[in-house]
């Protein structure tokens, strides 16, 4: 993180409030001995804010600062994806890339897509909390896609695990459910028909293949190890590379596709252990914590996500992270 973020963060904030409050700045300050502006003073700010002005209408205001330029190529291949729909699934997929301490997950069902947003502690790993960073990210999704659909999108509900503060069944227009199990947002089927106003086919080719090179995979080739390798890439963002669940997205039987692996000689066990490979050393490089990344890559207990790291590389995570800060350390001396 900058070391200015907070600063930055509590100044824009500040100025919001400012503008749509009598707030001062300075006096706010003073009255509670701020010396230094780190995250919690952030967080004191906006629960202050709410509880003030009794309106979570700053989180809905911090939330719309959200643009695709902020999510680097991952916003760029959203910017020229096809549909409403593909762009959830792109930013449930693909987000780990931006960002270690939220995890969008994607449902689809018969009736609805459902964007899931949970949060990523170093000691616990991923939770479903009350916290107001998750109300600004579900918002931040939902303006993200507004700016960039051909029509409104307004979604049948959103969930949020807060407790209600105050009297309020619509924030901005929206159905909001409060005390819930989880912090969702719940859109009708016909997403998947809202076009995108920047779609572009060629551009979006582009920069999939710039993400996917980022990851080393090569995912286009037209082979059942290329198609099941793509699609455990994105089901292990969903928490689920069960056999039975890859067979179903192919509408194939287990067994017809592991005969059809079988023939281009690979097994489907091989194809996950490849994925999950490679997928550790990019967690890894981007200071992921070995319990949250044995999540991440659908491991059942962490201890058997500690023995395939040790066949793959033949040490422990530990082990490789002091040789990465090792190399590292002599970089910047060079």
Known sequence: ???????????????LLESKYIFDKEK???????????IKEVNDLLNFCIQEY???????????QAKPKDLGILGYLVLNSSSIAHSLKL??????????SIKPTLLETNEYYKLSIYTNSKEEGLLNIEHNKIFIHLFAFLHLLNKLSSKEIVPKYINLMQDKLFDTKYISN???????DENAIYFDKDIENINLISANKNEF????????????LNLNKESYKTKISALVFSSIMELDISLETISKKLDLHPRVLQKRLKKEKISYSHIVEDIRKKLCLYYLKKGLDTTTISIYLCYKETNSFFRSFKKWFNQTPKQYKKELEKSSNDCIKY
């Open 54 to 64: 009794k309106s979570y209408e700053i989180l809905i205001e911090l939330s719309k």
């Open 91 to 100: 930013l449930s997929t693909y987000y780990c890339l931006i960002g270690n």
């Open 1 to 15: 993180m900058n070391a200015n973020f907070p600063l930055i963060l509590f100044n824009l904030i500040s100025n």
């Open 205 to 216: 080719e582009y920069y999939k293949n710039e993400l996917e090179q980022l990851l080393n």
């Open 174 to 180: 929206i159905k909001v459910n409060f005390s819930q």
């Open 28 to 38: 706010y300050l003073k009255e509670n001995n701020i010396n230094k502006i780190d």
